[in-house]
């Protein structure tokens, strides 16, 4: 699979050191099926070359973007558990009010935005 974002790329716009480096490309990879997800696969079916300059921008910030919230909370995210009690202190998980879940793919409002500025995520019948 050949990235839309480089390792190089991630880390001159992220400022490093939020995912280990031996993770990075993995993280980016996971990244970027999310974006695909969450764009209904029009990226990879059009080609990430024949998209404009401003949504290629775009779709590399938002995978950016969702790779760091990814190593931050996917962990969490993936957990099959909404909460759990120990010695009487309890936990709980409310990730529906706060994430979006487009195609099974979970991400923030902000990176969604993202994504819809680009025109990737529309619906609509053109």
């Given amino acids: 699979m050949r990235l839309y974002v480089s390792t190089e790329e991630f880390l001159s716009s992220s400022g490093g050191g939020i995912i280990a480096e031996g993770d990075i490309f993995k993280s980016l990879t996971d990244a970027q099926l999310d974006v695909d997800a969450l764009t209904f696969s029009r990226i990879s079916a059009k080609g990430f070359h024949s998209l ?3 949504q290629q921008e775009l779709v590399r910030q938002a995978i950016c973007a969702q790779a760091v919230f990814r190593s ?3 962990e969490m995210l993936d957990s099959p558990l909404s909460s759990y009690g120990i010695n009487g202190v309890n936990m ?4 529906g009010s ?15 935005a993202i994504l819809q500025r680009s025109g990737l995520t529309y619906r609509g019948i053109r």
């Fill in 52 to 54: 404009s300059r401003a």
């Fill in 72 to 74: 931050e909370y996917g």
């Fill in 92 to 95: 709980g998980f409310d990730t």
């Fill in 98 to 112: 706060r994430l979006i879940t487009q195609n099974g793919v979970k991400t923030l409002p902000r990176i969604y």
